[in-house]
């Protein structure tokens, strides 16, 4: 039987689950055309992400029901799923930036184009970083549950704007709604340890202090002109 703890893991894993696939699902059924543009790239994404979220639900079914032996030989697969959302996602990244430039949304010629395409590469780009950061701070306290845990858990909720997002867009909502839903989140986090534990886990306060630098970023440094050139410039090498 799942203790109370694993049974609030287990269903808040199961939400932020449903609202990044919902988010794809709301955006595809109200915009059935954009499944036109979805290129091999784009779909092998979107598999690798959909696999990083069942896999964690899966890790949390695992552990409360003490088969570890399971938890840890599906652990390894991590590593492989977290390479190929970020080498994908890259490469979809790419492929974005060029179409966006060929219809004149990131012209390289217009300084108002180059501020938005460096917005929207910073932000990307930063929000992955930060992913990578929790998951390998994640598997270096893997011998400490309770870390652990609140880790890899953190690598999932900051992962969800690329689902989020979209809903949003759809659902006509101001774009800082998705600041104040993942702010929310992460208050239920937080709100949960001191309820239960007394405390506030070191763990998830540095994923509240990551979320809080990309949050930041994006509506300073990556809206700037200087910055926009710069990854304009950065890209267009590549």
Wanted: aromatic share 16%; charged share 10%; glycine share 6%.
């Amino acid at each position: 039987m799942l203790s109370s703890e694993s049974k609030f893991y287990l269903l808040f894993s199961l939400f932020i689950t449903f609202v990044v696939i919902g988010g794809f699902a709301l955006h595809w059924s109200f915009n059935p055309s954009s499944l036109s543009r979805v290129s091999m790239w784009i779909g092998l994404h979107g598999t690798f992400s959909a696999a990083w979220y069942l896999l964690l639900i899966n890790q949390i079914r695992l552990s409360s029901t003490g088969k570890y032996s399971a938890h840890k030989t599906l652990g390894k697969l991590s590593v492989f799923i977290v390479i190929g959302i970020l080498v994908t996602g890259s490469v979809m990244v790419l492929e974005f930036y060029h179409r966006m430039a060929g219809f004149g949304v990131f012209n390289p010629e217009d300084a108002e184009a180059r501020i938005r395409a460096g917005s929207f590469l910073g932000g990307v780009f930063l929000q992955w970083l930060i992913f990578l950061i929790l998951y390998i701070l994640g598997i270096l306290n893997i011998k400490n549950q309770a870390h652990h845990k609140r880790l890899m858990i953190a690598a999932a909720i900051i992962m969800m704007p690329e689902g989020l997002n979209r809903a949003i867009h759809v659902l006509t909502l101001p774009s800082y709604s998705m600041y104040i839903f993942m702010s929310l989140i992460y208050t239920v986090l937080i709100f949960y340890d001191w309820k239960t534990k007394k405390r506030l886990y070191v763990s998830t306060f540095s994923a509240v202090v990551l979320f809080c630098v990309l949050v930041v970023a994006m509506n300073t440094l990556f809206k700037s002109q200087a910055w926009g050139d710069f990854a304009v410039k950065a890209i267009n090498v590549l």
